[in-house]
């Protein structure tokens, strides 16, 4: 019984696949050997430029003074940047978990606005009565977060059946190392 040749691709490694592989190589190595030259030539002239600028007294141009209008949108945007690191500086998680544990059964949080750049919050709530409202000034007052709670105004709502008390709270942010 004859032998089954069942490899549909033959291997070609035939003298010419070994000559053109050793051709290659040899192309690769001299392609190197002159790029490496071209570098070093490079380096040398680049060197000679150097010493001939200085013996001819240049000096690479200097940088053109800012006008003042130039200079102060620099200082302007130097200024925001600087506000934006403050604000990313801040305790942000203490602030939030302080807030979130307050007792919340009276007390609606609507909105929360800090102000990193000043260290004050302003809180707007809502509660159910003007004593719930006054007990959660307490509360806030007496953390370690805020200091210096101040009642700005109050508002019952007539509208609604439950009649809630709307109120704007500010307060200083305490941050301990990240002051403004």
Not at 113 to 132: S, Y
């Amino acid at each position: 019984m004859r032998r089954l040749d069942l490899e549909f691709q033959p291997r070609r490694s035939g003298p010419l696949a070994w000559s053109l592989l050793a051709l290659s190589a040899i192309a690769v190595a001299v392609l190197v050997l002159v790029q490496q030259q071209l570098q070093v030539e490079q380096v040398d002239l680049e060197a000679r430029v150097h010493s001939l600028e200085l013996q001819l007294g240049r000096r690479p141009a200097p940088v053109a003074p800012q006008n003042s209008a130039a200079s102060r949108e620099q200082a302007e945007r130097l200024a925001q940047m600087r506000s934006v690191s403050q604000q990313l500086q801040r305790p942000w998680q203490q602030l939030f978990a302080m807030l979130e544990a307050q007792p919340q059964e009276d007390v609606a949080l609507l909105t929360l606005t800090p102000d990193a750049r000043k260290g004050q919050v302003r809180i707007t709530a809502e509660a159910r009565n003007l004593e719930a409202m006054l007990q959660y000034h307490q509360r806030l007052e007496q953390s370690d977060e805020l200091s210096d709670v101040s009642l700005l105004n109050h508002e019952v709502v007539a509208g609604q059946a439950e009649h809630p008390v709307r109120f704007n709270l500010t307060a200083t942010w305490e941050t301990g190392h990240a002051r403004p």
